[in-house]
């Protein structure tokens, strides 16, 4: 009942963009670094698939009774992710192709896409504690 395909897809999303974090700051502070490939986090193809066809693809197994052990990890990703480096590019003259410019602008538009979501998912369980309360 608290926890929805929406809100699983949601917090997934909200780990593929933490993921994202932590490789554009790394990024970022190995922009002076000699020989440096930069890396990047992609998961908007599997989103997409996601989203316009409503399902994961995974088959999802049940329970046939209760003295079963549950057989779903609470902990695995919807939207699965893969971290990348970009070998094939220079941009420096130390063979690094870290564009600062980018990078920062990248991190902004990601921070407002994981505030938004945290925003989304806080939203849910603020809405599903009200309702719990209202009962009492």
Same mark, same amino acid.
Do not use: C, W
């Given at each position: 009942?608290i926890?929805t395909?929406t809100t699983r897809?949601?917090?997934?999303?909200?780990?593929?963009l933490n993921?994202? *974090?932590?490789? /554009?700051t790394?990024n $970022?502070a190995?922009?002076d670094? @000699?020989? =440096?490939?930069?890396? %990047?986090?992609e998961?908007? #193809?599997?989103?997409?698939r $996601? /989203?316009?066809?409503?399902?994961?693809?995974?088959?999802?197994?049940?329970? %046939?009774?209760e003295?079963h052990? @549950?057989?779903?990890? @609470?902990?695995d990703?919807?939207? +699965? =992710?893969?971290v990348? +480096?970009?070998?094939?590019?220079?941009?420096n003259?130390?063979?690094?192709?870290? #564009? $600062?410019?980018?990078?920062?602008?990248?991190?902004?538009?990601?921070?407002?896409?994981?505030n938004?979501?945290a925003?989304?998912?806080?939203? *849910?369980?603020?809405?599903?504690?009200?309702?719990?309360? #209202?009962?009492?």
């Open positions: 009942m926890e395909n897809r949601n917090e997934s999303l909200l780990q593929a993921a994202r *974090h932590a490789a /554009i790394n $970022i190995n922009a670094t @000699p020989n =440096y490939k930069k890396t %990047t986090v998961f908007q #193809d599997e989103l997409r $996601i /989203i316009e066809n409503g399902k994961t693809g995974q088959l999802r197994m049940q329970r %046939t009774h003295k052990f @549950p057989v779903s990890n @609470p902990n990703s919807i939207v +699965q =992710y893969r990348m +480096q970009n070998n094939e590019t220079a941009m003259n130390n063979n690094n192709n870290v #564009d $600062i410019d980018r990078e920062m602008a990248q991190l902004s538009e990601n921070q407002l896409m994981y938004y979501m925003d989304r998912v806080s939203g *849910h369980y603020k809405k599903m504690k009200n309702l719990l309360n #209202d009962l009492k």
